[in-house]
Each structure stands twice: as structure tokens, then as C-alpha cells.
């Protein structure tokens, strides 16, 4: 079984659209986080929900919207997708809310054209 | 705002060889420490992390690293690496509950046989 999935891997879209990215874990883990890597592969994190609860937001713009329906998903719904936003981007849990992302999905990489 | 530096952006070592990866913070507070490994055209994955206790942390695949708060730091090391370590290496800090997680820009070690 995997821990942490997502879907789907790969998402080509045209600038303006509005595109979803769903999580999964399956560890039981209290903590998911979204996480954005760029074509130079530069990391940077963008939420983490703790129980339902956003305890970071790291001035991502306000078109990035996380969606957690229940402990176990944290979505990632983007609006206005602009050229800037290709990436790979990273889902996580953790059991620990200090500890960062201790599991990784596979990643999801977006191309807007 | 907290800031990580990795001096080496690409480290070549011989297989069987001794490695040290460097990681230096900037953070006038307590933090937390991790390094997370990415494997070619893979997803991302937890090596160690130092939240608090002893400063020498150990991690998988035979890794380990030492916090040094004086000097600001928190090096990785392994005593003997492997042709399958070639990956991407990113240190990371966050401080209060993983506000203000910050990635370093990564290094690149190469394992030659």
C-alpha cells in the first residue's frame, strides 16, 4: 500500500484554467503539507494542516487553496493558473507537527501553457 | 527571516569514500533541523531530523548529522558512501512549530565508481 499518493502524476493545463491535485495518506499521521519545487528545483512549503487546522501559510498567493475534507486528504486546488505556477508539487504527512514532511508522494508535475 | 546556505552546490566523491555535506542557518532562535534526500527523477524523503536531545542525530542509509549551535550548523555526513547516494541532498530549518520552514537550494553529490 502507499503511504502518501496523489493524483494525478502529471497535469498539463492552459493559463486562466482552475485545476485540482488530491493527497492521500494512509499512516494515520496528523500532519499533511503541500510543497512546490520549481523547474531549478528549489523547494519551498506552502501549507500544512494539523488536524484539520492550518497552521502554515507561507504567503502563497491567494489563488492556492488547500481542501481538507477529512484527516487522511489534503488537496490542493489552484485557481487562475498562471505560467508561473509550473512545478512539481509534493504532498506530505507527518506525525509530528515540528518535523516537516516525513512521507512524500510521488509528486504531481504541472505544466501550464 | 531564517535563511539556509549550502556551500557545495555539487560534491563528486569516489565510491567507499568519506562525505560531508554542509549546511549552515542564519536564526537567533531555537530551531529545527532536517535533510531530505532526492533520488534522480524521483520524490523527496526524510534522512534525519534534530528537533531537540543529543546534537549527533542519525538517519537512514547509514547517514548522520551534528547540530552545532555555535556555529550555526548541521553538516551531514557519511563515513563510506555508495554509487546508489548519488542524489540531490536539501538541508531545511523551521523554527515554533514549523513556522517558517525554509529549504536550502540543495547539493548535488555524485558517487563515481
Known amino acids: 500500500d502507499t503511504a502518501v499518493s496523489q493524483t494525478p502524476k502529471y497535469l498539463v493545463t492552459q493559463m486562466g484554467n482552475d485545476k485540482s491535485i488530491k493527497c492521500e495518506q494512509n499512516?494515520?499521521?496528523?500532519?499533511m503539507y503541500w510543497y512546490k519545487q520549481d523547474s531549478k528545483k528549489f523547494l519551498k512549503i506552502m501549507f500544512s494542516?494539523?488536524?484539520?487546522?492550518?497552521?502554515i501559510n507561507e504567503t502563497v498567493p491567494n489563488r492556492f487553496s488547500p481542501k481538507s475534507p477529512d484527516k487522511a486528504h489534503l488537496n490542493l486546488h489552484i485557481n487562475s493558473l498562471e505560467l508561473g505556477d509550473s512545478a512539481v508539487y509534493f504532498c506530505?504527512?507527518?506525525?509530528?507537527?515540528?518535523?516537516?514532511?516525513?512521507?512524500f508522494g510521488p509528486g504531481t508535475r504541472l505544466t501550464v501553457l | 527571516a531564517q535563511s539556509v546556505t549550502q556551500l557545495d552546490s555539487q560534491v563528486p566523491v569516489f565510491e567507499e569514500a568519506p562525505v560531508e555535506l554542509r549546511c549552515n542557518y542564519s536564526?537567533?532562535?531555537?530551531?529545527?533541523l532536517f535533510w531530505y534526500v532526492q533520488y534522480p527523477n524521483q520524490g523527496l524523503q526524510l534522512l534525519l531530523k534534530?528537533?531537540?536531545?543529543?546534537?549527533l542525530v542519525k538517519g537512514i542509509n547509514g547517514f548522520e548529522a551534528e547540530f552545532n549551535k555555535s556555529q550555526t550548523s548541521f553538516h551531514l555526513r557519511k563515513p563510506s558512501v555508495h554509487i546508489s547516494d548519488t542524489a540531490e541532498y536539501f538541508c531545511?530549518?523551521?523554527?515554533?512549530?514549523?513556522?517558517?520552514?525554509?529549504f536550502g537550494p540543495g547539493t548535488r553529490l555524485s558517487v563515481l565508481p
Open positions: 536564526s537567533s532562535v531555537s530551531v529545527y
Open positions: 534534530y528537533l531537540s536531545g543529543s546534537t
Open positions: 531545511a530549518v523551521s523554527r515554533n512549530y514549523g513556522q517558517n520552514f525554509v
Open positions: 499512516l494515520g499521521h496528523d500532519t
Open positions: 506530505a504527512s507527518s506525525q509530528d507537527p515540528r518535523a516537516g514532511g516525513e512521507y
Open positions: 494542516y494539523n488536524n484539520k487546522e492550518l497552521i
